[in-house]
């Protein structure tokens, strides 16, 4: 026997030898004709057809649909045959769902067809001097004999991806996703996006609002969530936009809750202030699975407008003379270069060619401040529907105090219904004043306490009224006063010149009674010189009559 071993060792590594050999000196052309012609033959003799289906293939932006199916579809039926088993939590953490490990091998029987199934990683080296880590790709490899093609291939494996989806669905653990900013070289296999279990128990039934509009929000999301084939009938891409916007405290994030949990989706929580660029935008919104919401917190905060920037630099760099002003607008074109998401990404990604992937989709835009945003990233086709969420309504604290004190009716109802008429709370506050904070307090003090804070917060308005009637009282006092001293500056300015046009009057008339006092001193000279002259003519004449 050891002998045996012994041959059999020495016979492998000479074979082995050999096919090295073979492997580094043979030209490639003949070692590929080789290997055909072996695997042809080998194909003669061997009477099994393998299919593989690969976690990601073809771009490998996304893990397969097939695998995935293939992976569901095992999950239930290879637990009871396969020895080697992982573990994963199921639906709502109740139940751990198994499946089949690596390298394990199971047998499925269809109409009497046996079959076996594979699970399989291929593990390609990891390149030198790259950041890249090594790669594994795993698939699932199906072996039946090839007297069974047809039935395999057109019926079997139809079989098996219509229950891994509806297995998929069954066992399908919500989740909470985000896009982590840490992260740098995604290799083909990961994710841009970790995720959580998501197990939020908001609901529209304990959300706090006005009952008409929450009827008609819930209408929407139904609606919305049935009508794939209207949508393609009306060639518009499955999906929704969906604003919601108000001040702090006032339910937003909650009722994105309460959307996942009615419609049974999954939520994308995107960060855009981690994302690098459009591109990586893109990467994301292409990993994002049907059944989904995208929830884009904050927008207002999260977004940078570039094209006010841009604005900025073409106002600086049309002064040329002013060296200052174009290094400043030198320095904001470097900052656009590394800039991250633009407002025309995040617009692309809301309603492109590629936000049609996928489908079933929500996404959601919060604000506190919706006036801040853009036109053209809220305009109806991009967020289909407005839901303002605003102080609390009395209504809406009667859904709050069934949720927290389980009460339909108090006496002390009526006083908090004028309270809230008259004072701006939210329902985060409320909501605050009705828990209780002890295991002694009760409905009765827990009312109290939402009255007081009532009491206190229309006290607080009260103030902030009266501060700001004064100072805008203020402001017109001011306003007036300026006004009294523009007039009074206006009335001096025209004295002023008044004045001056008296004095340049005076000035002229000064000089013209000069000119003419002037001009008629010449002609009263000139006058007396002619008559001197005459004077002498006749005494010159009178002269020379006495002489003759
Ligand atoms: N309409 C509401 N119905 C029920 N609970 C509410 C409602 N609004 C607020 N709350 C309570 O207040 C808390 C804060 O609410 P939430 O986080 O949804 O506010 P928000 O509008 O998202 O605020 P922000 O603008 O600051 O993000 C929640 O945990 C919830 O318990
Ligand atoms: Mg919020």
């Not at 982590?180 to 296999?189: D, E, I, L, R, V």
Request: proline share 2%; aromatic share 10%.
């Amino acid at each position: 026997m050891t002998e045996m071993f012994t041959t059999m060792g020495s016979t492998l590594a000479s074979f082995m030898f050999v096919w090295a050999i073979i492997r580094q000196y043979c030209p490639y052309e003949l070692r590929r004709f080789f290997e055909k012609y072996t695997q042809k033959i080998t194909g003669y003799f061997y009477p099994y057809i393998r299919v593989s289906f690969h976690e990601f293939a073809g771009d490998r932006l996304k893990r397969s649909d097939a695998y995935s199916a293939v992976e569901a579809y095992l999950s239930a039926n290879s637990s009871k045959s396969a020895k080697k088993l992982k573990a994963e939590m199921g639906r709502d953490s109740r139940k751990l769902v198994l499946s089949m490990d690596e390298y394990e091998r199971v047998t499925d029987d269809f109409r009497g067809v046996k079959v076996w199934w594979l699970l399989s990683k291929s593990v390609s080296a990891a390149r030198q001097n790259s950041y890249y880590p090594e790669q594994e790709k795993r698939f699932y490899k199906l072996t039946f004999h090839k007297k069974h093609r047809d039935i395999i291939t057109e019926k079997y494996l139809e079989h098996v991806v219509s229950e891994g989806k509806e297995i998929r669905v069954r066992n399908r653990q919500r989740k909470l996703y985000t896009n982590s900013p840490g992260f740098k070289w995604p290799s083909y296999k990961q994710t841009m996006w970790s995720h959580i279990v998501f197990e939020h128990p908001a609901s529209f039934e304990t959300l706090a609002m006005d009952p008409e509009k929450k009827v008609e929000i819930i209408e929407d999301l139904m609606t919305f969530c049935k009508s794939k084939d209207y949508y393609a009938k009306i060639g518009k891409a499955w999906k929704r936009g969906y604003l919601l916007y108000g001040p702090p405290g006032t339910g937003k994030s909650t009722m994105i809750a309460a959307m996942a949990n009615l419609l049974n989706y999954d939520i994308y929580d995107l960060e855009l202030t981690a994302v690098k660029d459009n591109t990586e935008l893109r990467k994301l919104l292409i990993e994002t699975t049907s059944k989904s919401i995208i929830v884009i917190e904050d927008i207002d905060c999260s977004l940078d407008l570039t094209g006010q920037r841009k604005k900025k630099s073409e106002k600086s760099s049309d002064d040329e003379n002013d060296k200052l002003s174009k290094e400043i607008a030198k320095k904001e074109a470097k900052e656009e270069i590394g800039s991250k998401v633009t407002l025309s990404g995040l617009l692309n990604f809301i309603d492109g060619l590629w936000s049609a992937c996928g489908g079933e989709r929500l996404i959601v835009f919060t604000t506190n401040y919706v006036e801040k945003l853009d036109p053209a990233l809220i305009r109806r086709g991009r967020m289909d529907k407005h839901i303002e969420l605003s102080y609390c309504t009395f209504e809406a604290f009667k859904v709050l105090a069934k949720n927290y004190l389980s009460l339909e009716m108090h006496p002390m109802f009526d006083t908090i219904q004028t309270l809230i008429g008259e004072t701006k709370i939210t329902p985060a506050d409320v909501a605050e004043n009705l828990m209780p904070k002890s295991s002694l307090d009760d409905a009765e003090k827990c009312l109290s306490s939402l009255i007081q804070a009532l009491e206190e917060a229309k006290e607080e308005a009260a103030k902030e009224e009266a501060a700001k009637k004064e100072e805008a009282a203020k402001k017109e006092a001011a306003k007036k006063e300026e006004a009294a001293k523009k007039e009074k500056e206006a009335k001096e300015e025209a004295a002023k010149k008044e004045k001056e046009e008296a004095t340049k009057e005076e000035a002229a008339q000064e000089e013209a009674a000069e000119k003419e006092y002037a001009a008629r001193k010449k002609a009263g000279i000139k006058e007396n010189g002619q008559t001197k002259a005459d004077a002498f003519q006749s005494q010159v004449d009178k002269e020379t009559e006495n002489v003759l």
